[in-house]
């Protein structure tokens, strides 16, 4: 069986690849490495530009499928005063997490987790997620209704995709659940998504 980026214990070899990036006067060093989403020498175009567009609802704030780290550690980054968890399945997505918050002298908690199985009913004042489409819609749609009960009041999931490949649905989903959906920035097929919990 090959691994994709969810598999709980990935058994492809490991391989490396290293990066910095800039983003408002914040330069951060990256390992990315095989098994983890996304395993590139740069950050992927979804990820920045959910990280471009963010804005915190509150301190408390979940990083769902983390990869190897990249939007929860820059957020913490541009945002000191952020409480930050990241959560991923994947294990070894889990350890470079890990890894890349000590490179960078950041300061997280870095959570194994089934979605939110772990979390112990945590409640945080946004969600943030490039969702792993590869898992399918069904562990999307789970991670879009089950954010519902792990937002306080006025908290937001922020969700990135391509429209295309699966992002509209995605969209529908978010609206159906938190009814409201919208459109926060779109550029070359990419869009960032914003669901408001209300009170």
């Known amino acids: 069986m090959n691994d994709f980026y969810y598999s709980e214990n990935p058994n492809s070899p490991i391989r490396e690849k290293n990066y910095t990036v800039t983003w408002k006067n914040k330069t951060l060093s990256f390992t990315s490495v095989s098994g983890v989403f996304s395993f590139e020498d740069q950050l992927d175009k979804a990820s920045q530009l959910l ?8 301190n408390f704030v979940l990083d769902m499928g983390c ?8 957020l913490k980054a541009l ?8 959560a991923d399945i994947n294990e070894r997505a889990v350890d470079y997490t890990q ?8 300061w ?4 194994k987790s089934d979605l939110y199985e772990a979390l112990n009913g ?14 399918g819609k069904k562990v999307v749609t789970q991670l879009i209704h089950d ?13 990135v ?22 459109d926060i920035e779109k550029q070359g097929g990419i869009r960032v998504y914003r669901s408001i919990l209300r009170g």
């Open 122 to 135: 945590g409640l945080f004042h946004d969600i943030v997620t490039n969702p792993p489409v590869a898992a």
């Open 79 to 86: 945002y000191p005063q952020l409480v930050m968890t990241l």
């Open 67 to 74: 990869g190897y780290g990249a939007i929860g550690l820059f």
């Open 51 to 58: 990280i471009e567009n963010y804005i915190p609802s509150g």
């Open 147 to 159: 954010a519902a009960h792990h937002l306080h009041p006025g908290g937001a999931l922020w969700l």
């Open 108 to 111: 997280v908690k870095v959570v």
């Open 99 to 106: 890894k890349n918050a000590q490179q960078n002298n950041l």
């Open 161 to 182: 995709a391509f429209h295309n490949k699966g992002g509209s649905t995605f969209k529908k989903i978010m609206e159906e659940t938190f009814g409201n959906a919208e």
